[in-house]
Nanobody
Framework: QLQLVESGGGLVQPGESLKLSCAAS????????IGWFRQAPGKRREGVSC???????YYSDSVKGRAAISRDNAKNTVYLEMNTLNPDDTAKYYC?????????????????????WGKGTLVTVSS
């Protein structure tokens, strides 16, 4: 059973950057597609970034150009770095894993069911 733990959230000011981590325990991330999702209060969950097992990356329009996803299979960790944060980025951020999920659907408005989820890390962008 894959267990995912997010970290790196916190309170940041508009314009600042943040790097989130998604660490796997009890198993390896190798072989999985990993997606980063976020959900703000009162809003639907949104897939913002995704990385395939071979390292191909995808981004939603809402973060494209401001985010970078990467993975280190040796450390069983996936990262999401976000720059030029603004209050609209305030949300709880989750990572999730799936063997079969296509990244192009993960970051689309339609979403994609994932097999394993972390509990999330809160990001608040406020002055």
């Amino acid at each position: 059973q894959l267990q995912l733990v997010e970290s790196g959230g916190g309170l940041v000011q508009p314009g600042e950057s943040l790097k989130l981590s998604c660490a796997a325990s009890a198993s390896t991330l190798e072989g999985y597609t990993i997606g980063w999702f976020r959900q703000a209060p009162g809003k639907r969950r949104e897939g913002v970034s995704c990385i395939t097992n071979d390292g191909t990356t995808y981004y939603s329009d809402s973060v494209k150009g401001r985010a970078a996803i990467s993975r280190d299979n040796a450390k069983n960790t996936v990262y999401l770095e976000m720059n030029t944060l603004n209050p609209d980025d305030t949300a709880k951020y989750y990572c999730a894993a799936s063997v079969f999920a296509p990244c192009v659907v993960v970051v689309s408005p339609y979403g994609q069911p994932m097999d394993y989820w972390g509990k999330g890390t809160l990001v608040t962008v406020s002055s």
